[in-house]
């Protein structure tokens, strides 16, 4: 009996050791959980984020390029900038800056940098890091080549190199690349919400920068109206809209500062180029007008069936139809451009030279009174066909569509959309036409105007952006 209370005693004692060892690992578990939470939020919290730095971002040299890559090198670096000032606390060098622009125009005939110009570029913006970039034009590609050097030992910290499609570049995909890159490069630490918003693309703001440098691009070429179209979308996003807002202002500003007699030639001279601007703009305005205008959309997906009374033909209805809507984007441009051109015809410093600017140039007429304005070519026929699984073309038919003139009062999109209704399109056709299995599908083909053609899926999807 002795020996059996012994026993269990033993049993009893081993068994609360074993609980008091485990409720030990336990606790020591949680506090080591504990603490290696406590660690990592403190990590994050101390991530190196570059404070102190001062570094410059040039703008990348094309190679090989045409006209159509003239907008990437602002393009890259507004985007490099923009994201090196969103996840680090260095000081970041833009386009803005004064010593960086005239550092741009000492070093470089072309605006470009190179490497070479680092220690130069250094001691004139008092940057310790710069990043340089070249693009290459290839048959079907681009050779993207980014660097971020240290400027006082010229060491390379980061650089990037790789092949990219004109998709890549515009979609954002390159862009994240390289900011990944060069961010890893110089050590700038990145928490994993900041991980995740790099992950993404925000497209409104993507749109904004790439339209930015479509403009600035456009406007050194001289391509006014397109590049006043570009600033217009610019200025959806806070992040450009001011220095949009200014160029566009600065480009149809018709002020004369001058004042003196000695001014009185310089005056004349400054009249005479205005009156050819502002014939150029009110001519390429009408140009741009008439092409981007409207849209016509259309779908013709549910075809609607009547069999004729004697059972030789059918008539065949295409649902919902077909309608014109203006392009708010557009009539944005024209509303801003005219507003502008009234702005400077009531200046009367500016009288000397607004009369004899040719007006009629411009198809596009302002009603004062209304606040209206007409963009004549709107209207016209659509011209559409039946056509068989095998693309052949069963019959053609066409229909009337027209527009109201527009309102100086510019609606948003989808108010234009809804202004408007379809117009169901209609075609009789005898069944011996028709194909036995009886597939057959409605298509547009022509308008008498100039529009541009989307389908009611495509327009939808345009229409988000607007």
């Known amino acids: 009996m002795k020996k059996i209370i012994v026993t ?50 040039t703008a990348p040299e094309v190679r090989n390029g045409e006209k159509g890559e003239s ?4 393009f890259f670096q507004d985007s490099i900038t923009g994201n090196l000032a969103k996840y680090s606390k260095m000081t970041v060098l833009d386009r803005a800056n004064e010593d960086l622009t005239k550092a741009e125009q000492e070093l470089g005939e072309t605006g470009f940098y190179t490497e070479e110009n680092a220690v130069q570029l250094g001691q004139m913006t008092n940057a310790q890091y710069a990043v340089f970039g070249s693009i290459t034009a290839l048959s079907t590609s681009y050779e993207l080549n980014f660097r971020a050097i240290d400027i006082t030992t010229n060491e390379i910290k980061a650089a990037y190199n790789d092949r990219a499609t004109t998709k890549e570049i515009e979609d954002g995909t390159s862009v994240r690349a390289i900011i990944t890159e060069l961010l890893d490069g110089l050590g700038i630490g990145l928490s994993e919400k900041e991980k995740a918003q790099l992950a993404k693309t925000d497209k409104k703001s993507l749109n904004a920068t790439k339209s930015l440098a479509k403009g600035a691009a456009a406007e050194k070429a001289d391509n006014l109206i397109e ?23 600065k480009m149809i500003d018709g002020s004369f500062s001058g004042s003196d007699i000695s001014d009185l030639k310089a005056k004349a ?50 649902l919902p139809g077909a309608k ?11 509303k801003q451009v005219l507003t502008e051109w009234e702005k400077t015809k009531a200046n009367k410093a500016n009288e000397y030279w607004t009369r004899n600017v040719n007006t009629r140039l411009s198809p596009i007429s302002k009603n004062d009174w209304e606040g209206s304005y007409y963009i004549y070519g709107n209207d016209g026929t ?51 036409d028709l194909p036995d299995d009886s597939t057959f599908e409605f298509r547009a083909m022509w308008f008498q105007g100039k529009v541009t053609f989307m389908t009611l899926e495509n327009y939808n999807e345009w229409a988000k952006e607007q």
């Open 227 to 249: 590049a006043l179209a570009f600033y217009a979308e610019a200025q959806k996003d806070s992040s450009t809209s001011k220095e949009a807002r200014v160029s566009m202002s």
């Open 71 to 74: 907008w990437m090198p602002q």
């Open 269 to 318: 001279k400054y009249g005479e180029e205005q009156k050819e601007k502002w014939e150029k703009i009110l001519k390429d305005l009408a140009e741009y007008a008439a092409k981007n205008s409207v849209i016509l959309v259309y779908d013709f997906s549910n075809i609607k069936t009547e069999l004729s009374s004697d059972n030789k033909s059918v008539k065949l209805t295409g």
């Open 382 to 432: 659509l011209k559409y066909g039946l056509y068989d699984n095998t693309d052949y073309r069963i019959k053609e038919d066409e229909i009337s569509l027209y527009l109201d003139r527009a309102d100086f009062n510019v609606k948003p999109q989808n108010r234009y959309f809804d202004d408007r209704q379809f117009k169901p399109i209609e075609m009789t056709v005898n069944l011996s």
């Open 8 to 57: 269990l005693f033993s049993m009893m004692m081993i068994f609360l050791s074993a609980c008091g060892s485990t409720a030990e690992v336990s606790n020591v578990a949680q506090t080591t959980e504990k603490s290696s939470s406590v660690k990592e939020i403190k990590s994050e919290k101390d991530l190196y984020k570059g404070a102190g730095l001062v570094i410059a971002v």
């Open 324 to 334: 014109l809507v203006y392009n708010r984007h557009t009539m944005l441009v024209v």
